[in-house]
């Protein structure tokens, strides 16, 4: 999806729904798109701050400003990466209000660091675990851990009683702009695909992303996100079928003929997806490891 023309409403409170506010970051990137967005949930009685963004001093200021006087319940975060997390410290110091949600990541340190883009300063005063619950006047957020884009990943799903379907806040896990990152080792593509598959068995009214519009046919996108990751295995095996009696196949090359078109600013991000394609099928025994960079199907050619 392109970028919609600006300008963006960035650092405007806007209100799709009743209990649903939103106020959008100043960091759009690749990776973002126009920035992330904060949701505030709830009413005068008590809001939810979800995903309160970087720590940025003219976001922050925009969150003040829409908070206003109201009682802040809880500070939740979808996972840790730096635009979703560092501004839970400063809005909770401002506010008072527990920083709660998606657990910590620690990563084993045994080679080069591959969590730059995690927040390793988030520190929640408690964390929610699948199925927990964080209760409003008239509404309560429960999570649904959704492992994959990160392990320590979760939707919130907005509950109001009665009949009414839920709406779902998907973080980056699904998206209204593109398809997650999944990048190893903290990525990891089965988790990923069993969430979705997950998603996909609920019955959400709409999804409420971190980056893009809001996703009025979750299901049906879904769905296409799961054929879509089925295509790109099936299109790996295509290539490292190719390699059977040919030198293992570089990643880039992998990258180059599957994204076609793809911003080459994106193309690190895409080898990461293969990459964690090419692990998940490694455990089924349908892929070699020759290095991390460089792989072979399992069955032919080098492998025989």
């Not at 960091?27 to 005068?44: E, I, K, R």
């Not at 519009?213 to 295509?231: A, E, F, T, Y």
């Given at each position: 999806m392109s970028l919609p023309p600006k300008p963006w409403p960035t650092g405007t409170l806007e209100r799709p729904e009743r209990l649903v506010a939103r106020v959008l970051a100043p960091?759009?990137?690749?990776?973002?798109?126009?920035?992330?967005?904060?949701?505030?949930?709830?009413?005068?009685?008590?809001?939810?701050?979800?995903?309160?963004?970087?720590?940025?001093?003219?976001?922050?200021?925009?969150?003040?400003?829409?908070?206003?006087?109201?009682?802040v319940i809880a500070i939740a975060c979808t996972h840790t990466h730096r635009d979703h997390s560092p501004g839970a410290a400063p809005l909770a110091a401002h506010t008072g209000a527990p920083i709660i949600g998606c657990a910590p990541l620690t990563m084993d340190d045994d080679g080069p660091r591959a969590d730059a883009a995690?927040?390793?300063?988030?520190?929640?005063?408690?964390?929610?675990?699948?199925?927990?619950?964080?209760?409003?006047?008239?509404?309560?957020?429960?999570?649904?851990?959704?492992?994959?884009?990160?392990?320590?990943?979760?939707?919130?799903?907005?509950?109001?009683?009665?009949?009414?379907?839920?709406?779902?806040?998907?973080?980056?896990?699904v998206m209204g702009w593109s398809t997650s990152v999944v990048a190893p080792p903290d990525g990891d593509m089965a988790d990923y695909l069993a969430s979705l598959e997950r998603l996909y068995a609920r019955e959400d009214r709409l999804y409420y992303p971190a980056h893009g519009?809001?996703?009025?046919?979750?299901?049906?996108?879904?769905?296409?996100?799961?054929?879509?990751?089925?295509?790109r295995e099936r299109q790996i095996l295509n290539l490292l079928a190719e390699t059977s009696h040919a030198a293992p196949l570089p990643i880039a090359d992998m990258v180059a003929r599957m994204y076609r078109g793809l911003d080459e600013r994106l193309w690190g991000a895409a080898g990461r997806s293969v990459l964690a394609h090419l692990i998940d099928l490694e455990r089924r025994d349908m892929a070699v490891r020759h290095s991390d960079t460089h792989w072979a199907p399992a069955k032919g050619g080098l492998n025989e």
């Open positions: 960091n759009a990137s690749p990776y973002t798109f126009t920035g992330t967005q904060t949701y505030l949930v709830g009413d005068a009685q008590g809001l939810v701050v979800i995903d309160p963004g970087p720590d940025d001093a003219v976001h922050l200021a925009a969150l003040r400003a829409a908070i206003g006087d109201t009682r995690f927040d390793v300063s988030y520190r929640p005063d408690s964390v929610m675990g699948d199925g927990d619950v964080i209760e409003g006047t008239d509404f309560a957020l429960r999570a649904i851990a959704t492992p994959g884009h990160t392990s320590n990943h979760l939707c919130y799903a907005l509950e109001v009683g009665g009949d009414a379907p839920p709406v779902l806040f998907t973080g980056d896990h519009p809001v996703i009025d046919r979750p299901r049906q996108l879904v769905r296409g996100m799961i054929g879509h990751r089925r295509s």
